[in-house]
């Protein structure tokens, strides 16, 4: 079956940089998502790119897909306090069924 | 634009009883789905439907049911409460199934079985 992999946790300081990596397994996807996970929150969409990109970058976001190895990064440039959340890569089975796969979600932890 | 509505926000249960967690959406989507998240297991998919009256299975239906009676609303039942269940749930819609349309998801319903 698809699967999707992510570190757990994330420790950066205030203004640093903080990049949060993914694995997945589809290699048709189309589309690769990040949602952020605010406490007591549900998921949020926060970028997402097309397979036939290499980056993406939005403002202090940037997304980064290798196909080859079929390895997803999110970078958040000037990490602030209030980046701490969850955050989950995902992907959609395109095996007719287009459900969503996601990942285990990395809690990322800002440090003032 | 209450978005995707769910009620309640927290429950506790004890073992054997039953609930309906419930679920609305006021953006018209035909697609709505029904997660369990754990600690460190992500989001894993219990059911869902992709318009009233279908609903279909996910990776971990056992102990749940649906029903999809209207577009709006997609409620998640559960019979018999164990703790295995504890968990938090999240219900997500989308306006159509496809890799161009990700999913709005509701605050969540955190279920607590002792």
């Known amino acids: 079956g698809e699967d999707v992999e992510q570190s757990l946790f994330l420790s950066v300081r205030e203004g640093d940089s903080s990049v949060i990596n993914c694995t997945y397994t589809?290699?048709?996807?189309?589309?690769l998502y990040w949602y952020k996970q605010e406490p007591g929150a549900g998921l949020q969409l926060l970028t997402y790119?097309?397979?036939?990109?290499d980056m993406k970058q939005d403002q202090r976001l940037t997304v980064l897909l290798n196909k080859k190895d079929k390895h997803l990064s999110l970078r958040i440039a000037d990490t602030q306090t209030g980046d701490s959340a969850i955050y989950f890569c995902?992907?959609?089975?395109?095996?007719?069924?287009?459900?969503?796969?996601f990942g285990t979600g990395t809690r990322l932890k800002v440090l003032a | 634009n209450a978005g995707v509505t769910q009620t309640p926000k927290f429950r506790i249960l004890k073992i054997g009883q039953s609930m309906t967690l419930q679920c609305a959406q006021d953006?018209?989507?035909?697609?709505m789905y029904w997660y369990r998240q754990d600690p460190g297991m992500g989001l894993k998919l219990i059911y869902y439907?992709?318009?009233?009256?279908?609903?279909d299975k996910g990776e971990v239906p056992n102990g749940y049911n649906v029903s999809r009676s209207t577009t709006e609303d997609f409620p998640l039942r559960l019979e018999l409460a164990a703790p295995s269940q504890t968990s938090v749930y999240f219900c997500?819609?989308?306006?159509?199934?496809?890799?161009?349309?990700?999913?709005?998801f509701g605050n969540g319903t955190r279920l607590t079985v002792t």
């Open positions: 953006m018209n989507h035909n697609y």
């Open positions: 997500a819609s989308s306006p159509r199934q496809g890799e161009e349309s990700p999913l709005h």
């Open positions: 589809d290699s048709s996807s189309t589309y």
């Open positions: 790119i097309f397979s036939n990109m």
């Open positions: 995902a992907e959609i089975e395109t095996s007719g069924t287009y459900k969503y796969i």
């Open positions: 439907s992709v318009g009233a009256g279908i609903t």
